[in-house]
């Protein structure tokens, strides 16, 4: 396995968390050469992470079994990723977003050995593969829920990531 792999601050489940209505899985997909896939949300009514730079994931449902299941069927449906191309190498400390904090986002941490062929759902609409480490850390003026606001960001290029995606590669990074 490659060093830096071995260093990434993962939390070991003997068995993954069961899910319900108010908890959400998101993968952050790493490839062995260090890029993790970003994607771009499409903006939608009523969505405040409409337009944001996020890692795939969403809302558990009744028919997965688990929250490992939520991740990998959020995996398939958003960027077509199947789940025999990936292998889970943990999970990161869940954490609720500032601007819905009844929920609670479970990252997951899965290793593809290349960069996997992306085909985007309708809901989405760009995505990158980015260095994890090659993200430049930064401050950006951005538009909230609250209205525009200067928050710590990730930087590459185009891509800003922020929030709680921002968080969550924070913690990836060891940060």
Known sequence: MVDWITRLPLVKRDVAPTGGR????????LTEDGDVLLVKRGYRAGDPWSGHWALPGGFWK???GN?????????????????????LLGWLTPRSPRNRPELTVYPLVFLASERLPVRLAEELEDY???PLYGLEKGRRMVET???LAEV?????????VWGLTYTI???LRGE
């Open 128 to 130: 990158r593969w980015a």
């Open 67 to 87: 929250l490992l299941d939520t991740a990998l069927r959020e995996v398939w449906e958003e960027v077509s990723i199947e789940s025999k191309d990936l292998r």
């Open 22 to 29: 108010r908890e959400c899985a998101v993968s952050a997909i």
């Open 145 to 147: 829920s609250r209205g």
């Open 62 to 64: 009744e028919l997965d």
């Open 169 to 171: 590669l924070r913690d």
């Open 152 to 160: 710590d960001a990730y930087i590459w290029g185009d891509v800003v």
